[in-house]
């Protein structure tokens, strides 16, 4: 009988590990409101990492848009540049900050313009092969 239970239990443990679990959380999550006739809009949030080794995003998709890129806004000189990045690392029980003037998702090419309270799915892509969607509201300004 106690066979039986440690079997059991093997496989049960095994089954919960491999459960899929939430890379990340991404918390104040909006995306912001674009002037009429504008073809772009921004996305921010703070991307947290609860696991005890880092994640790594490697692409990101919306359901509204045919593009979105990860941006980070920097200054050289008297220009505000855009340096479109590949990926992006969360590390270990981090948090990343995505907001204006500095990393952000870019949403490209809607399919039509987001208006006010629009809600947005946003797909992240893991390195591993996983992926993970949000929804986020359109506003005029963050939270």
């Not at 939430?22 to 912001?32: F, L, T």
């Not at 870019?106 to 399919?111: K, P, Y």
């Not at 992240?124 to 092969?129: A, Q, Y």
Request: proline content about 4%; overall charge negative; some cysteine.
């Amino acid at each position: 009988m106690n066979y039986y239970i440690k079997f059991f239990a093997c496989v049960l443990l095994a089954m919960l590990a491999g459960h899929s679990v939430a890379q990340v959380q991404v918390e104040n999550a909006w995306i912001q409101l674009a002037p009429p006739a504008t073809a772009v809009n921004a996305a921010y949030m703070t991307i947290h990492n609860p696991q005890l080794r880092e994640q790594i995003i490697v692409g990101v998709s919306a359901d509204c848009c045919a593009g979105v890129m990860l941006h980070k806004t920097h200054r050289e000189g008297d220009k505000v540049v855009m340096d479109h990045l590949e990926s992006l690392v969360v590390p270990a029980q981090a948090r990343v900050q995505l907001a204006p003037g500095g990393l952000h998702l870019m949403l490209t090419e809607a399919q039509e313009e987001l208006t006010l309270d629009s809600k947005v799915k946003i797909t992240f892509s893991f390195g591993d092969g996983s992926t993970q969607e949000f929804d986020l509201d359109v506003k005029q300004t963050g939270p």
